[in-house]
Every structure is written in C-alpha cells, then in structure tokens.
C-alpha cells in the first residue's frame, strides 16, 4: 500500500464543497477497489500510517501537518450527511435489490423455502445451558438456546433453517463447545470441530 | 490524511463492500464491528477479492465469524479464512462453474480434509446439477472417520446414483459413524456391510457368508 495509491488527494482545482467531498470518496472507493489484496503484515502497517497520518493531520495550521487540508466548517454536515447516506440507505438498497430474505446473525430468515429443523444432542448430564451457534445465527452464542429433554441428558431446539449446508456446533455452560460426534462433521480447519447439515431444496 | 479523507475512504469501503450476496439462501452481512479493527480490514480485503474472483462470499463470512465466536486470534482467523478462500477456488475447478454456493463449501471443505480433487469430480458426475452437498458432506465424513479416501470415495458414488441416494448416503454416514464410535477399526467394516446391504449388485449370492444373508422366516409347515 503505498503513498501514491491511496494519500493523493483530488487535484486542487476540483470542485469546492460538497461536490469536492463527493469526488473524493469515488477517487477512495476506486483506489480502494483497485488495491491488491494487503497481506497480514501490510495491513497492519497501512493501519499505523493512517493512525499516523490522522495524528499529525489534528495539528491545525502546521504547514507540516497538512496545512492544505485545514478543518473546515462544513466537513460536521458532509460527515453527518455522509453516515446518513450509509445508515439509512444502504441497507434499504440491498434489501430492496434483493428482495430481502437476508440471513443476519440472530435474525429470524424470512425466506421461501425455510425449513423449520430440530437440532438435538445428547451430553453428559450436568450441564446448565447449551446453546447452538452455526452459519444460521450469526455464530451467535447466545441467539438460539436448546432447552432439554427429558432426563437423559438430550437438549433440542427447532431453529428456521434456509435451505443448503450449514455448519454448526453446540456451547455449554457458555464455555465449551462441543460437537455431536454421530452427525456429520466437518474437519477442524483451524477452529475446531464442528457438524455440518444438510436442508432439502437449495439450490 | 486528514479527517474528511478518513471519512470519505469509510463511506467508500462501506458504499462499495463486497457483494456478499445479500438476498440469496443462507446469505449473510459483513459486521466489522465482530472483529478487531486490522482483521476487519485484512478481513474485506480477502472478500473483495474473493468476490471479484465470482467466488461466493457467504462461507468465508461464517468461517470469519466462527473464529470470532471461538475467540480466535485475528492472525489464525485470516489464516483459516484465506485458505478457505483458496480452497473454493480449487472446488470450483473441480465442480465447475455451476457448482452452488453449499457444493463449493462442501468442496473446499473436502479438499482441505485432504480428499482429491478427482475424487470430488467423480463425485459431482453421479449427481445433478446443485445435489451433490449430501455426497461431498458424507465423503468428507467418511474419510475424517477413518476411512480410505479410495473407499469413501467409491462408496459414495456407487450410493449417490441409487434412487433416494441423499437418504441411503445420510444412512451410512449414521452407520459408519455409530461403527467408528464402537471401534475406530470398525468404520471400513460398517461401510461395506452397508453397502452390501443397500447396493443391490453388491449383496452376497444365495449361500454366500452369512452375514450378508438377510433373515428370513422358515417356511410354514
């Protein structure tokens, strides 16, 4: 990541005000597309120079510090029209592009073809509270609670399933997770274990 | 870089995210806020690209937001969301373009058990089109149990082109499984009495090892 790519600012004869700011977030959004994948160690270092460079810019009036981008007093109306634009808008164009049916974590789906399914282990007897966290939550540890059955250590939920593969584990007492070591897994790619399912009808 | 530049490259990151397939099945949003401020942003940048690269994003979130969940540090999570992402890649060679979204994932997650990528070829060819997820889900089971990749791998497609095969695939996984559990030695064995069991050109002749004879009743006097 370097200085040319993503710290050259619009040239000085672009448009004042907020046309000026609007340039300036395109110019951003396309460099920001435009950019290789950073590794690891660059990411970090791009972090520390903009933390760097957003230090020294605080220094009004230093010619050092950025005297071509002194605070203006618009920028607090651009800033609070800019995270408007974000908030409020956003979501509602993706949502309405797709016609909604967005899976967010702890969300209940609202899609065709959601399926409710009944998610069940058994543990030694004992624990207090498991909850199942998987690709239909959010990973949410706390969004869908199993309650339990019986006296034999079984705890169950029925959880809105969309259709597809979804991968999933169970946590008890909050702390440890656990798998359901007879229904599918998936290998422990880094994480830990965890089981997988299938839901009829995706596509 | 001055405040208002700051703010622009947000609302540009923002305004400009990946396409993380929001509206389709299972699909989900990116939440920065679930991580540490440097993996949010290595973290986009693995989904932008994996996006321009027309792979889906949806599995790379989960897994991120596994880690996040587990508690994972930001190194080991990128880690294993980047070599997911490699891995859909190598899946979509293997299933090719009209692989879904759940194939890919089953895929990459095959191949990073260490399954060939012939093997999940020759998976695919034994399903139509977006129903082999039952099959791959299975495979990758079976050899994580124990089980030779060659065998899972043969078991699998003979199963998979039987009528009701997502069944009688979920039906060995169960059996191998309860096998493997008994008896790590035993998963290969639960496999082929399955197999001789439900394959109809695999059962034992008349007279052949009495294990593989179904009961029968004697007949009535």
């Not at chain 2, 394959?199 to 034992?204: K, L, M, N």
Request: some cysteine; proline content about 9%; charged content about 15%.
């Amino acid at each position: 990541m370097s200085d040319d790519v993503f710290l050259v600012p619009p040239a000085d004869d672009a448009p004042e005000g907020a046309a000026r700011e609007a340039a300036l977030a395109v110019w951003v959004a396309a460099a920001y597309a435009a950019a290789p994948v950073p590794s690891d160690e660059a990411a970090r270092a791009c972090a520390d120079a903009v933390w760097a460079r957003g230090q020294a810019a605080g220094r009004v009036g230093d010619p050092a510090g950025g005297g071509r981008w002194r605070h203006r007093w618009w920028w607090g109306g651009a800033a609070a029209a800019a995270l408007f634009l974000v908030v409020v808008t956003r979501p509602a164009v993706r949502q309405g592009a797709s016609g909604g049916g967005t899976v967010a974590p702890g969300a209940t789906p609202g899609l065709a073809g959601v399926q409710q399914t009944r998610i069940a282990v058994t543990l030694p007897v004992g624990a207090r509270t498991v909850t199942v966290v998987g690709d239909f939550n959010g990973w949410d540890t706390g969004a869908t609670r199993l309650s339990p059955v019986g006296d034999h250590g079984e705890w169950a939920a029925t959880v809105p399933l969309a259709p597809g593969r979804h991968v999933y584990a169970f946590v008890v007492d909050g702390v440890e997770w656990r798998v359901d070591p007879l229904a599918p897994q998936v290998p422990d790619a880094g994480f830990g274990p965890a089981n997988a399912l299938i839901v009829d009808g995706g596509p | 870089m001055t405040t208002a530049a700051l703010l622009a490259a947000l609302v540009g990151a923002l305004w400009q995210g990946p396409d993380d397939g929001a509206g389709q099945p299972g699909a989900v949003r990116f939440d920065p806020a679930r991580f540490d401020s440097v993996t949010a942003v290595a973290l986009r940048g693995v989904l932008d690209s994996a996006a321009a690269q027309g792979l889906p994003v949806a599995p790379l979130l989960n897994r991120a937001y596994e880690g996040a969940a587990r508690r994972v540090g930001g190194v080991r999570l990128l880690a294993v969301v980047r070599a997911q992402w490699v891995a859909l890649g190598d899946a979509r060679e293997a299933l090719g373009e009209s692989a879904s979204v759940a194939e890919l994932d089953a895929g990459a997650t095959a191949l990073r058990a260490g399954i060939d990528p012939r093997a999940l070829q020759a998976v695919r060819t034994t399903r139509p089109p977006g129903e082999g997820v039952t099959a791959l889900v299975v495979l990758t089971d079976l050899v994580r149990r124990g089980v030779p990749a060659a065998t899972a791998r043969d078991a699998v497609t003979t199963l998979a082109r039987l009528p009701g095969a997502d069944e009688a695939l979920l039906g060995l996984q169960g059996v191998v499984a309860r096998g493997a559990a008994r008896n790590p030695d035993m998963a290969v064995q639960a496999l082929q009495r399955y197999i001789q069991g439900t394959v109809p050109a695999t059962r034992a002749p008349a007279g052949g090892g009495p294990a593989m004879r179904p009961p029968t009743r004697p007949p009535p006097p």
